[in-house]
């Protein structure tokens, strides 16, 4: 299935792109997400959990970049996982990219193509339910690195984590600011909590509703 999301990001393109290629630091911003190895500079090892009603699925795999495209900040990735019970896997492909939004901000927009497999596809099965848990994700995860920004500002990104090696000399010249403090790089904060089943069920049965009086209407 594929679907599209976007948020905003409160940075110029230039410095949101930097700081959304510092996989270490925007890792602990994603619902559920855990960085558990870096294996490269375009290849890490992570678990993502998620609930959904009564089931708790975790899945652990690894990501990859498969394009990065400084100059136009655009990038894709490939994500696979397998959940931790065996009840089957997730593999997705991700194309995003990074562009001026009004008032100097900067806006996200991600396109995903998502295949489940096993048992784990049957609590995938509408396509309404996987977009309006995916669009929950991303803006909690927007949220959350709109909070670490606030705290943090934008520090530039290492060669250990940084999309190749183009990426080098743009930050300081892209932000105009001075590099932080390792330690600032270093301490990302803590990783954020899952999103909630019940919680997130009964915002997709408000969605279904609300689409449901919209096709009405028509």
């Known amino acids: ?3 599209d999301n976007s948020f905003e990001v409160p940075l110029k393109p230039a410095e949101a792109w930097t700081v959304l290629m510092d996989i270490r630091r925007i890792a602990p911003c994603m619902p559920g997400a855990e960085l558990t190895d870096v294996v490269d500079e375009k290849n890490y090892k992570g678990k993502v959990a998620v609930r959904l009603g009564p089931v708790a699925l975790a899945f652990a795999g690894l990501v990859t970049f498969e394009e990065i495209d400084n100059l136009n900040r655009t990038a894709r990735v490939k994500a696979q996982g397998t959940d931790s019970k065996g009840r089957g896997g997730a593999n997705a492909l991700a194309s995003f990219r990074v562009e001026a939004a009004p008032g100097g901000g900067s806006k996200v927009l991600v396109h995903t193509d998502l295949n489940l497999s096993g048992s784990v596809a049957q609590y995938g099965r509408g396509v309404g339910m996987i977009q309006t848990t995916a669009a929950q994700i991303m803006n909690q995860f927007a949220a959350n690195l709109k ?21 080098a000399a743009a930050p300081a010249e892209a932000t105009g600011q ?3 403090a390792a330690s600032t790089a270093a301490m990302p904060p803590p990783a954020a909590k899952p999103i909630a089943g019940f919680s997130l069920m009964a915002k997709v049965v408000w969605a279904s509703i609300a689409r449901l009086f919209t096709r009405r209407r028509g």
């Open 1 to 3: 299935m594929e679907f």
């Open 178 to 180: 001075a590099p932080h």
């Open 147 to 167: 909070a670490q920004i606030a705290r943090e500002g934008v520090a530039p990104t290492s060669p250990s984590n940084r999309g190749d090696d183009k990426l």
